[in-house]
């Protein structure tokens, strides 16, 4: 609807002029009557508008001053009249004005790194270079930004330290050919308590020690050393390839000749002691009946003689001699005679021809004399 309308008596129905009609507010009083009231609360005069604009302003100082949005990385440290007060965390936070109480946003969560090339002395008062790279994170965001001056420049000078204290107690060969991990991790931990007693707020998350050489001058005499090295070692290895080869086969082969020599041991005891034997039950079967016992002896004899010869058959009543070749087992052709361990041998029957029982010998004395009378 128009403010004035035609037809309408010319009647004004503008708010703004306080003629509308009906129950339309009067914007223009409402506003002089707060400006009124202010004015009476911080007082009359030319200076009245000037107190209203610093007014507004610290009122609108104080209220963004007391929130503080902090980000999920971030962490706040709130110093309170300048003392540490708290930690403030992700997050929307609400504290006292400024200077009441000030807050240091510290980036906690990023991991940071640091690198540096440096020549070491080692053990063996050889020079290498090494590159090492440290890689760490805000522990206490407080320690951080205020208990040391430059937390980076710190860690940088507190890790050459660490590597440097590493190194030196090793020697060139075992810096360059050894665990380069076992030395990292030393330095680490000797990082990690340096940084602990200097209270810095710091935690080391990653050490690494990275292309460790000689320097540039004495490079070709290095490489000629670390071939010298790699060469001797092959030779170790090859040689000691060898003996896991050769000492378990010298070892079983003596294993098996002292076994063999024990197996003929025992076959020529057992074979004596059988031996021995029969000739003791030999020699007392001949004392006791030595015409019986030296009949068979020889009739034993003279059948493992002829077992093994050719066969010749005569015939008494003519002048035909006919030759068999029959061996011992029916073959067409004589075997060698196989021996008999039940039959004596030819030494048993010869020793035993000259054993002559008791009772064969002759009688002397008076048995003789009567036989001659």
């Known amino acids: 609807m128009a403010w004035n309308e035609p037809g309408g008596g010319n009647k004004r129905r503008d708010p703004w002029q306080g003629g509308g009609g009906g129950n339309e507010p009067d914007i223009d009083a409402m506003l002089k009557r707060a400006r009124d009231r202010f004015g009476r609360v911080v007082g ?10 610093v007014a507004a302003v610290l009122v609108a100082w104080i209220l963004f001053s007391s929130v503080r949005q902090i980000d999920e990385t971030q962490r706040g440290v709130v110093l309170r009249f300048g003392k540490f007060h708290r930690i403030m965390g992700a997050g929307l ?11 240091y946003v510290v980036d906690a969560t990023r991991v940071r790194s640091e690198s540096d090339q440096v020549p070491m002395l080692t ?19 407080y320690k951080f930004e205020f208990a040391v001056r ?16 590493v190194i030196g107690a090793h020697t060139m060969d075992g810096v360059l050919l050894g665990e380069r991990t076992a030395l990292a991790i030393q330095a680490r931990e000797i990082l990690q308590e340096t940084l602990d007693r200097y209270g810095a707020g710091i935690v080391v998350t990653g050490f690494n020690f990275q292309n460790p050489r000689p320097p540039p001058e004495v490079k070709d ?3 000629d050393a670390t071939n010298a090295l790699q060469d001797r070692q092959r030779i170790e290895n090859e040689a000691q390839a060898y003996l896991s080869k050769v000492v378990p086969e010298a070892r079983g082969q003596a294993a098996r000749v002292r076994t063999e020599a024990e197996g003929d041991k025992a076959e020529a005891v057992a074979r004596a002691t059988g031996a021995a034997d029969r000739f003791t039950l030999l020699a007392q079967q001949y004392r006791a009946a030595p015409e019986v016992t030296r009949k068979r002896l020889y009739l034993e004899t003279m059948q493992e003689v002829l077992a093994g010869n050719a066969k010749v058959v005569a015939d008494p009543d003519s002048n035909n001699v006919l030759y068999l070749p029959i061996g011992r087992d029916g073959s067409n ?28 010998r002759p009688r002397s004395g008076r048995g003789g004399r009567e036989g001659r009378n």
């Open 123 to 141: 053990k063996d008062e050889n020079i290498v270079i090494i590159d090492f790279n440290v890689q760490y994170s805000v522990g206490d965001p």
């Open 333 to 360: 052709t004589a075997s060698a005679p196989t021996a008999d361990p039940a039959l004596p041998d030819r030494a048993a029957i010869s020793a035993l021809q000259t054993v002559e029982p008791a009772r064969e």
């Open 44 to 53: 009359k005069g030319p200076g009245g508008g000037i107190w209203l604009i």
């Open 93 to 103: 936070n609400f504290k006292y004005p400024s200077p009441i109480e000030q807050v």
């Open 150 to 165: 430059d937390p980076d420049d710190t860690l940088r000078k507190a890790s050459e330290s660490a590597v440097r204290q």
């Open 221 to 223: 005499a290095f490489d």
